[in-house]
Nanobody
Framework: DVQLQASGGGLVQAGGSLRLSCAAS????????IAWFRQAPGKEREGVSY????????YSIDSVKGRFAISTDRARTTVYLQMNSLKPEDTAVYYC???????????????????WGQGTLVTVSS
């Protein structure tokens, strides 16, 4: 079974940093897209950063570029989201998600992803 378990959320002041972790099991990263999404109260779930297992490339949305970085451990069993220079507008529940690259339709659409971890809450105070 594919399983994802997210952790690392918490309360941090604006300008601070957090690192989220997503422990994965039941599949190898090689053919999967692993992503971090977030959902703020009253807002749609939003894709933030993506890791493409087939070639190791990453992508982040404009609002977090230069502040957030997605990476994996050497064994490719854990995906991280390093979040620096956090802003109050980054406050959200963060989720990790995965989908086989052959099955994805639109990476920004959370409905394209088949597997989800439980959310981890990130709260950034001003």
């Amino acid at each position: 079974d594919v399983q994802l378990q997210a952790s690392g959320g918490g309360l941090v002041q604006a300008g601070g940093s957090l690192r989220l972790s997503c422990a994965a099991s039941g599949f190898t990263f090689d053919d999967y897209v692993i992503a971090w999404f977030r959902q703020a109260p009253g807002k749609e779930r939003e894709g933030v950063s993506y890791f493409f297992g087939s070639n190791g490339e990453t992508y982040s949305i404009d609002s977090v570029k230069g502040r957030f970085a997605i990476s994996t451990d050497r064994a490719r069993t854990t995906v991280y989201l390093q979040m620096n220079s956090l802003k109050p507008e980054d406050t959200a529940v963060y989720y990790c998600a995965a989908v086989h690259e052959g099955g994805i339709t639109h990476i920004a659409d959370h409905e394209s992803f088949d597997y989800w971890g439980q959310g981890t809450l990130v709260t950034v105070s001003s």
